[in-house]
């Protein structure tokens, strides 16, 4: 996952099937203003809990863009690999995915997305709705649709990682492990459905294992 080398930058491709940049424009108050939009992919995200050891289903990845978010005060076409190691990129995340199958409810979604990240094989009706709401609202307004779910070691059916070229590993936390993640001081890479995803597990949910 860390293997990472020869990062360089480009335009984006107007041909791209992930981000549709648009400049939209508007009359707000009498006064013509403009706003720069990106068109993205809606997406689901779920909080997985192992009830037969009582640890949170996580998993971690190689983000470009929290890398480049962090490198990007400095040379972009010239890193320094030893200042600025591809594990500053690697974030720590909610199983989750985007909705780009029109045949697929946003529930048969999330279900796949348990499958082929985190290898647990989940009944539809054991998947929960949390709250919909919407991410990146400076540029996108993506709709995302967060769930919880109980898995057992006997529902896995694979070692999860992802499909085709993904590299996903799954981290697991015990529930005073993800507490000590979240005292107030730390910095976390991790994006805010993860930080929102593991609060209202530890107010709803987590009461309840202990």
């Not at 400049?23 to 006064?31: A, I």
Request: aromatic content about 10%; overall charge negative; glycine content about 6%.
């Amino acid at each position: 996952m860390e293997d990472v080398k020869n990062i360089r930058y480009g335009p984006l491709p107007a041909d791209s099937p992930y981000v549709k940049p648009f400049r939209l424009y508007y009359t707000q108050n009498g006064v013509e203003k403009n706003w720069d939009c990106l068109k993205v992919h809606d997406s689901v995200a779920i909080i997985i809990f192992n009830v037969t050891r009582k640890k949170l289903v996580l998993v971690k990845q190689f983000r470009p863009a929290v890398y480049y978010g962090i490198v990007s005060a400095d040379d972009p076409n010239n890193i320094d690999y030893k200042k600025y190691p591809p594990s500053i990129g690697v974030t720590v995340e909610l199983c989750a995915g985007i909705i780009d199958k029109p045949e697929k409810s946003v529930k048969e979604i999330a279900q796949e997305e348990i499958l082929e990240e985190c290898g647990y094989n989940v009944p539809l009706d054991k998947i929960e709705e949390v709250l919909v709401y919407r991410s990146g609202v400076g540029v996108s307004s993506a709709v995302q649709t967060l769930y919880f779910c109980e898995v057992t070691d006997d529902q896995k059916a694979n070692q999860g990682g992802g499909v085709d070229d993904e590299l996903i590993e799954i981290a697991e936390y015990s529930i005073e492990e993800i507490e000590e993640r979240m005292k107030p001081g730390n910095v976390h890479t991790s994006p805010p459905s993860f930080l929102f995803g593991i609060m209202w597990f530890l107010t709803k949910k987590a009461p309840l294992y202990r």
